[in-house]
């Protein structure tokens, strides 16, 4: 389906309010919009759940809507297919890629994979359906600590996609995983020259980063967290001021929850708005609508890809519900 401007223009009643359109079309089609923290303000705020990769991943497996329209990227959707075989899952751009996912292509994985026999392979979500498949367990941010330190010390295991959140996880719990060298565009470009700037003029705030950052902009923060621990930290912390080293859209719910408090995106290291996510910022209330009109575009996989990547993922899933997460 073409989703150009010119096509939406040509398909969109100018005059329509998208708001009231989208959540008529939710209750006609009895489908429900999952939305990362990652999205416009506007999705986020039209959504049914927001959340993390974890907190996605879980609405997913436990809705009982017949559409689920995923606001994301494209693995998050096929997550929600994986879990959701015989539901129809929508996504509002088909382009709508990830820059970590990419840097593991599943022909090199593999190999990289049969060079390192007697390893578990432990794989951060934020990868395609065939890497999941040749995963023995899948995490988050939000569990990947946990799960890690779940396995015996002397156990093996190769960490994928993200070095730097492997990297954080060795160093933090002393492990030696071998990691695949992987990363996320946005996490990776913040300037700790630039951030360091900030701080001399907003003397009391604190550093927040996701551990996708580099080490370097790790080590100086007040605070490391999975993108809903970096939420729940803004509430929970004394402080009036956060300087937040990930992604630009969780700043929203950050601001809705604590109207009183200042928030600072993290600067990148160049002039460009490169810590937005340009796959994220893709979808749009534009396409979130024709979507669910036309019931287009629909995320469709095939049948032994999505069982093989199955098991992973529901083995994240029980670990989480053990672990309380």
């Known amino acids: 389906m073409n989703l150009e401007k010119g096509y939406l223009e040509k398909k969109i009643d100018l005059s329509l309010d998208l708001f009231e359109e989208i959540s008529y079309l939710k209750k006609e089609k009895n489908a429900v919009i999952l939305a990362h923290y990652y999205q416009d303000s506007d999705i986020q705020d039209i959504a049914d759940f927001i959340g993390d990769s974890l907190g996605l991943a879980q609405q997913a497996q436990k809705s009982t809507a017949d ?18 075989p015989k539901k129809k899952v929508l996504i509002p751009d088909l382009n709508a890629g990830c820059s970590l996912a990419d840097s593991c292509p599943p022909k090199l994985f593999s190999e990289f994979k049969n060079n390192h026999p007697n390893h578990i392979v432990i794989t951060y979500i934020n990868c395609t359906a065939e890497i999941k498949a040749l995963s023995d367990i899948i995490c988050t941010s939000s569990n990947a600590v946990q799960i890690v330190e779940s396995l015996p010390k ?4 190769i960490f994928a996609p993200d070095k730097n959140l492997g990297a954080y996880i060795n160093k933090k719990i002393g492990r030696k995983m071998v990691l695949w060298n992987g990363a996320c565009m946005v996490h990776e470009i913040f300037s700790l020259e630039k951030i360091t700037k900030i701080k001399s003029q907003h003397p009391t705030a604190e550093l927040i980063a996701h551990p996708e950052c580099e ?3 790790l080590e100086v923060a ?4 999975s993108t809903t621990a970096l939420l729940n930290y803004t509430k ?15 700043l929203h719910q950050m601001q809705k929850l ?16 490169c810590n937005d996510c340009p796959h994220m ?7 979130i609508y024709i979507a669910l009109k036309y019931e287009q575009p629909e995320l469709l996989m095939d ?6 990547a199955k098991k992973p993922i529901l083995t994240m899933l029980e670990l989480s519900a053990k672990f309380g997460l």
């Open 222 to 225: 007040n605070f490391i967290g």
């Open 215 to 217: 080490e370097n902009i």
């Open 236 to 250: 929970k912390s004394n402080s009036n001021e956060f300087i937040v080293a990930t992604e630009t859209g969780i």
């Open 303 to 308: 049948e032994n890809l999505l069982n093989q």
């Open 258 to 273: 604590n109207p009183k408090k200042t928030f600072i995106p993290a600067p990148p290291n160049n002039n460009c708005a």
């Open 281 to 287: 910022k893709l979808n749009t209330l534009e396409k």
């Open 67 to 84: 559409i689920i329209l995923f606001a994301g990227v494209h693995f998050m959707a096929e997550t929600a297919k994986i879990l959701n």
């Open 154 to 157: 002397d156990q093996k295991i």
